[in-house]
T-cell receptor, first 110, second 115 residues
Framework: KNEVEQSPQNLTAQEGEFITINCSYS?????LHWLQQHPGGGIVSLFM???GKKKHGRLIATINIQEKHSSLHITASHPRDSAVYIC????????????FGTGTRLTIIP | GAGVSQSPSNKVTEKGKDVELRCDPI?????LYWYRQSLGQGLEFLIY????????KSGLPSDRFSAERTGGSVSTLTIQRTQQEDSAVYLC?????????????FGQGTRLTVV
């Protein structure tokens, strides 16, 4: 069993829909990243969370440390949101050696 | 530049040849990481540099892989006697001193194809 599990693996939605991607992990962590990878392969860091909730524009990320679970939400989804979204955890402080989930491939249809 | 820069962006090499991949981290970032993503696979950790400390090489898949970081800045990942299974996107990331609020910034990656 992977230390970081994401669901769903693939998600196709219509433009405008509210999107939720889930991440569960089995190890103790100091922080969790949500990353976005576009088809060209480049990766952008969307959020780093240690607790609670963060919001950037239409993106919202939440984390529940006790339940070892995080969610990434996209409101008013748009085709340009189509990408692979990757959850990654930092097992402890002092070494940002991320453990990655396998990613969620999101496709937004116009 | 303002972000993490990797070069080349694409590299095609013949099996058995050596390749060097370069990463220029964000200025001032003391931590530098190399990851790779093989086709259809998730990201896997390769090596981590932090300041002047000995690098964490625990993710390097074989002794054909090595990396160095000169002057605490630019890093080079070298793959000797490349094999087809080395084909992947190699990603570099950098951050300030790891800690509670440290965020890693990724480069665009080098797509390596071994033919």
């Amino acid at each position: 069993k992977n230390e970081v599990e994401q669901s769903p693996q693939n998600l196709t939605a219509q433009e405008g829909e509210f999107i939720t991607i889930n991440c569960s992990y089995s190890v103790g962590i100091s922080a969790l990243h949500w990353l976005q990878q576009h088809p060209g392969g480049g990766i952008v860091s969307l959020f780093m969370l240690s607790s609670g909730k963060k919001k950037h524009g239409r993106l919202i990320a939440t984390i529940n440390i006790q339940e070892k679970h995080s969610s990434l939400h996209i409101t008013a989804s748009h085709p340009r949101d189509s990408a692979v979204y990757i959850c990654a955890v930092v097992p402890n402080f002092g070494n940002e050696k991320l453990t990655f989930g396998t990613g969620t491939r999101l496709t937004i249809i116009p | 530049g303002a972000g993490v820069s990797q070069s080349p962006s694409n590299k095609v090499t013949e099996k058995g040849k050596d390749v060097e991949l370069r990463c220029d981290p964000i200025s001032g970032h003391t931590a530098l990481y190399w990851y790779r993503q093989s086709l259809g696979q998730g990201l896997e950790f390769l090596i981590y540099f932090q300041g002047n400390s000995a690098p964490d090489k625990s993710g390097l898949p074989s002794d054909r892989f090595s990396a160095e970081r000169t002057g605490g800045s630019v890093s080079t990942l070298t793959i000797q006697r490349t094999q087809q299974e080395d084909s992947a996107v190699y990603l570099c990331a950098s951050s300030f001193q790891p800690g509670e609020n440290t965020e890693a910034f990724f480069g665009q990656g080098t797509r390596l194809t071994v033919v």
